[in-house]
């Protein structure tokens, strides 16, 4: 990933954090208490997943893709992760 990808993503989890809550094309809820931060790069599309408890923005899994669908591991990824901190609260 390139210097200027990593910045792409980075910019966009700030504006995330800090004007929350948005929608689209920014951010997209994916599931209960699950959303993902949308980047578009010039080689793939870049994914933050997260929850937000407590006014906190979690991260949970990043992952960078070729198409518009969300693979079904990287989803699965970030519910595991989810859930664990769930369980441990």
Do not use: C, Y
Not at 28 to 57: C, H, P, Y
Not at 79 to 88: C, Q
Request: glycine share 6%; net charge positive.
């Amino acid at each position: 990933m390139t210097r200027e990808d990593r910045r792409a993503i980075g910019e966009d989890l700030k504006t995330a954090q800090f004007g929350w809550p948005l929608g689209m094309p920014l951010i997209r809820k994916l599931e209960k208490d699950l959303w993902e931060v949308r980047t578009s790069l010039e080689d793939g599309i870049a994914r933050v997943l997260f929850t937000v408890q407590d006014n906190r923005m979690i991260l949970l899994h990043g992952f960078i893709k070729k198409s518009q669908k969300t693979p079904k591991n990287e989803l699965e990824t970030a519910k595991k992760r989810l859930k664990r901190l769930e369980d441990e609260e």
